[in-house]
């Protein structure tokens, strides 16, 4: 059984800068990568960034590229979000999960943890 658990959240000013955990157990590493996905109030949850497992590719959402990192230890037992430049926008709860690549974006497995949350005011 895969189990995910995120810390790193809390309150932020815009400008600022958050690093998101994901403390892996279970083997996620047999998926193609690791994503963090995130869900606002009210709002469906979208792709934020994935890494693969094998060769540590990283792709992002385009509303967070340039301003998010995701990675890895070389245990691959933890997954980084690194988050600068945080936006208002980007308030929301914070998951991470395996994924799988589609065409366009990542598909993520039905491994949800509680998620962290991010606050980020004006």
């Known amino acids: 059984q895969v189990q995910l658990a995120e810390s790193g959240g809390g309150l932020v000013q815009a400008g600022g800068s958050l690093r998101l955990s994901c403390a892996c157990s279970g083997r996620a590493f047999t998926s193609y990568a690791m994503g963090w996905f995130r869900q606002a109030p009210g709002k469906e949850r979208t792709f934020v960034a994935a890494i693969t497992w094998s060769g540590g590719n990283t792709f992002y959402a385009d509303s967070v590229r340039g301003r998010f990192t995701i990675s890895f230890d070389n245990t691959k037992t933890t997954v980084y979000l690194q988050m600068n430049n945080l936006k208002p926008e980007d308030t929301a709860v914070y998951y991470c999960?395996?994924?799988?690549?589609?065409?366009?974006?990542?598909?993520?497995?039905?491994?949800w943890g509680q998620g962290t949350q991010v606050t980020v005011s004006s």
């Open positions: 999960n395996p994924a799988e690549k589609t065409w366009t974006s990542f598909q993520p497995k039905n491994f």
